[in-house]
């Protein structure tokens, strides 16, 4: 990387960390008129410094380390930005009217018979086709409530999986959560189909149904559920939860909030923020915000999960750990040829280039996300799509093919994870490596029984010893 990119890079995020605050609950709509969308190739440092005295924030947060990026201008900044003679291209002429027209748009089709994925559907929306789900397949579906956000919003999701099929050893589970940033409504889509499918399709997808015996799955579509309902009701492009600062300030970033290398400054304020103003605002403390602890508790209650997949939109991405700092992680091998075919597979359905690396290496810092979290804590297989935009209003009709587009890539680390985690140290199936199997397999092993026979050559051998110690050391 050029050494001006990692400068643009910390600037760029000082740049996010300037984003307007948002009404009090009570306070009219937030709009947005006259607002332009600008594709901005900046050339250096300075375009950048420009942008940001003339209060041309980027739009988005995925600031790519190359090619063009989204800002936002507001109407009295059109005039300064064309003097300025930064080359950009405006996409967007008036944000409000995207807005608007999304919104008639959604109100025109509520009466409609439509497939659901037709439409952007709000939360109430969400959980009503949830426990539908849960109807259509009691032996397969779960409703579950992971607790309450901050404004006491039961944050709830899907246990998907057949527990009638026992494969004699504990099945690890992959958590699919969408909607961490508020605006980001495709994820919500996203993430549903994905639960629409392995039901609906349990009895003529034989992959699905392969998955579904032999894994759990926890779909949890709207982990921000009063940020997301606040993007229906008041501010559309709202990133943040509803966390209230005095002022009129509201919001915490809660992909900023995670407890592992929480807080960090000096990698550049994309990495997050400590004022409460900024879009990328980390918090009071690390796991400050009840979403979060929720997320965090369900996870450290069910060992049993061993991948994560953190839904976000947009840029065509699939990435993973680490955020925090350039180096790669052990794994960076395993997971880049993991990455490389859900990427393979997202192109083989609609031709889109979707690129896969680590967060740090394809984005920019970021401190306290939730996939360093889960990676850090667990080692699970734990990735982070960047869906397909444009912006954060891809059209109705993109929710169909952007949710085809990615089912096989979801299903695929849904595979992988079964492969890599096995449980086969896990000798009394309580989905936990501990002292307890060590002992439990050695009692096996004393009577030769024949589970204990791990290389199957009939015998109980010091072989079997060594291969189970392997394994109860990788945890897989
Ligand atoms: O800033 C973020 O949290 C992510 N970009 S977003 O526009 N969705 O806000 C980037 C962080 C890493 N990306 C993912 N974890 N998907
Ligand atoms: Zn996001």
Redesign the pocket.
């Known amino acids: 990387m050029h050494r001006w990119h990692s400068v643009l890079l910390l600037a760029l995020g000082a740049a996010v960390a300037h984003a307007q605050p948002s009404a009090r609950p009570g306070e009219p709509v937030v709009r947005y008129d006259g607002h332009k969308i600008a594709s901005v190739t900046l050339r250096d440092l300075r375009d950048l410094r420009t942008l940001e005295a003339l209060g041309i924030d980027p739009f988005?947060?995925?600031l790519r380390r190359d090619g063009p990026n989204d800002f936002r201008v507001p109407p009295d900044a059109l005039a300064d930005l064309v003097a300025s003679g930064i080359p950009h291209t405006i996409i967007v002429e008036d944000l409000q009217r995207v807005a608007d027209a999304e919104r008639e748009r959604i109100n025109r089709s509520l009466p409609r018979n439509d497939s659901w994925f037709a439409e952007y559907k709000d939360l109430a929306a969400v959980e009503t086709y949830m426990a539908e789900l849960a109807a259509l397949r009691p032996d397969l579906v779960t409703e579950i409530t992971l607790g309450n956000s901050l404004q006491g919003r039961p944050i709830r999701g899907l246990r998907i999986a057949n527990d009638g099929v026992d494969i004699g050893r504990c099945k690890p589970a992959i958590l699919l959560n969408s909607v961490q940033?508020a605006r980001?409504w495709i994820t919500v889509m996203n993430n549903m189909y994905v639960a629409d499918h392995l039901v609906r399709q349990y009895e003529t997808d034989a992959y699905a149904r392969h998955l579904v015996d032999h894994a759990v799955f926890y779909i949890v579509p709207v982990v921000n559920p009063d940020g997301y309902v606040y993007t229906w009701t008041t501010d559309r492009y709202w990133r943040k939860n509803r966390r209230s600062h005095g002022f009129g300030i509201f919001g915490v970033d809660l992909?900023r909030n995670w407890g592992y290398k929480w807080g960090l400054s000096g990698l550049g304020s994309s990495a997050g923020s400590g004022s409460p103003w900024s879009d990328?605002y980390w918090g009071a403390s690390p796991f400050s915000e009840p979403e979060t602890q929720r997320l965090r508790d369900f996870v450290l209650a069910r060992p049993e999960i061993k991948a994560h997949n953190?839904i976000?939109?947009h840029g065509q991405l699939i990435?993973w750990s680490w955020?925090w700092t350039d180096a790669p992680i052990p794994d960076q091998a395993e997971w880049q040829d993991i990455g490389d075919e859900m990427a393979a597979r997202i192109l083989d359905v609609d031709g889109r280039v979707f690129e896969a690396g680590s967060?740090n290496s394809v984005?920019y810092p970021?401190s306290g996300?939730s996939?360093d979290w889960f990676y850090y804590e667990f080692g699970v297989l734990s990735m982070?799509?960047?869906l397909r935009g444009p912006g954060f209003n891809p059209p109705a009709t993109d929710i169909l093919p952007g949710s085809a587009e990615t089912l096989g890539a979801t299903l695929f680390q849904a595979e992988s994870m079964i492969e890599m985690y096995q449980f086969r140290a896990d000798w009394n199936r309580d989905c936990v490596n501990d002292l307890l199997d060590l002992l439990d397999f050695l009692d096996d092993f004393a009577v030769c029984d024949p589970r204990a026979d791990l290389n199957l050559d009939g015998v109980c051998d010091v072989l079997d010893l060594l291969d189970f110690l392997q394994y109860f050391e990788q945890g897989r």
Do not use: P, Q, W
Request: charged share 20%; proline share 0%.
């Open positions: 988005v947060c995925e940033h980001e992909n990328v953190d976000h939109s990435l955020g967060i984005i970021v996300g996939v982070s799509y960047e």
